[in-house]
């Protein structure tokens, strides 16, 4: 019978053996990318020499995205997992507020973690909100591989201190960049909203709470001036609340399909995967070039938080692709990460970066481990 079946259907067999091929070279090089990274992390601190706070927190994020798919890299991922949460407070704030404590969902109690012990999320927390929301997805990713509900926990806890901060400027809602500015920009307001809807999907106790966060959030972005006539989002408001008319990065259209993605999931709305696709193409549109590898506007001189960006997009898109696929996002994400390999790395296998190379600029935690949310990604395809 396998006989047979090598003769009437050779084309079949290759196109299979091909596809295992890529696969394969997808993981291997993932796990030579995560082997790079590490070189950077720092045991002491809990975070990536090179890398800022929040740019750690997109760092342990990744390794939790590729433990997900490559079960050979999940004592790396424990480890960090393990030592960031007991080391890393300390670098951002030595001296926390007042504890935040969450209430134990059903989830928790039934996997009989440490869920009547409250996490003091409050040491997690500095002067940008953003920075926090980014803290909470990791935890939720470390939480998702691993099923360690203090990780949960803290993640809700983190949450519950941003809900503090929902502002009454600008339509009488959303968040500003930090406690002492006036400023309201899209990437925290966009992780406010992917974090609610988060947790509404692993917290089945307090999904309804956290699904009215999430809808609340989206409906009054929706109802300002963040999304431009052209379908992408600008980074912030001015002072009138009207759109800013600021760079278009390509984070501010990535998170926001990953909180749709799980709003839609938790609580089903045609209208959320439209919009996230819409956003998408327009993105895609503005920041892919003729060979479909994705950039961003500074390049190739970016600041550390720029240096962050493009995985941060190509890591939501490959959420969306997951429930509403694309040729356009198979492109990007493929070609993305082809060029990276290819054309981005350096002797020791760093990634810069201008993924469309040649490697010119520093290459760093920061550079590096946006690059391999791509690799990651191109696992899945």
């Known amino acids: 019978m396998l006989f047979s079946v090598r003769l009437l259907a050779p084309a079949l067999t290759a196109s299979l053996l091909s596809d295992l091929t890529v696969a394969d070279d997808a993981q291997s090089r993932a796990e030579t990318a995560l082997n790079a990274l590490q070189e950077w992390y720092n045991s002491t601190s809990g975070i990536w020499d090179t890398a800022g706070w929040w740019n750690g927190a997109n760092c342990m994020t990744v390794i939790a995205d590729l433990a997900a798919l490559d079960s050979s890299v999940m004592e790396t991922a424990e480890y960090v997992f393990n030592n960031t949460f007991n080391v890393a407070p300390a670098v951002s704030n030595p001296n926390p507020g007042p504890e935040i404590k969450t209430t134990p969902s059903s989830k928790r109690d039934f996997l009989g973690s440490r869920a009547n012990n409250a ?10 909100y953003d920075d926090d929301a980014w803290w909470a997805l990791a935890w939720i990713a470390a939480y998702d591989v691993t099923e360690e509900n203090t990780y949960l926990e803290l993640a809700e806890g983190i949450f519950e201190s941003l809900t503090k901060a929902w502002g009454t400027r600008c339509g009488g809602g959303g968040l500003p960049w ?58 912030g408001l001015l002072d009138d609340c009207q759109n800013n008319g600021a760079t278009v990065w390509s984070y501010n259209q990535g998170v926001v399909l990953g909180g749709l993605v799980e709003l839609n ?5 045609d209208t959320y995967l439209e919009s996230a696709n819409t956003i998408a ?42 429930v509403s696929p694309s040729d356009t996002y198979t492109r990007v994400i493929s070609n ?16 810069g970066v201008v993924w469309s190379g040649p490697v010119e600029n520093t290459v760093d935690a920061s550079t590096h481990s946006s690059a391999i949310d791509a690799l990651v990604a191109a696992m899945s395809i």
């Open 281 to 322: 193409k327009a993105a895609i549109a503005t920041l892919a070039d003729s060979n479909g590898v994705l950039h961003d506007f500074c390049e190739p001189n970016c600041e550390p938080d720029g240096t962050q960006f493009k995985g941060i997009f190509i890591r939501n898109l490959q959420m969306l692709q997951q």
């Open 119 to 128: 996490v003091n999320s409050s040491v997690w927390l500095d002067s940008a």
């Open 265 to 269: 999931k938790a609580a089903p709305n």
């Open 336 to 351: 993305s990460a082809n060029s990276i390999w290819e054309n981005d790395r350096n002797s020791q296998n760093g990634f």
């Open 178 to 235: 930090n406690p002492t500015s006036s400023y309201v920009n899209a990437i925290t307001n966009e992780l406010f909203l992917s974090t609610a809807a988060h947790l509404a999907n692993r917290v089945p106790s307090q999904k309804d709470y956290y699904v009215d966060w999430a809808q609340k959030e989206w409906n009054w972005f929706l109802s300002q001036g963040f999304i431009g006539s052209n379908n992408t989002i600008n980074d």
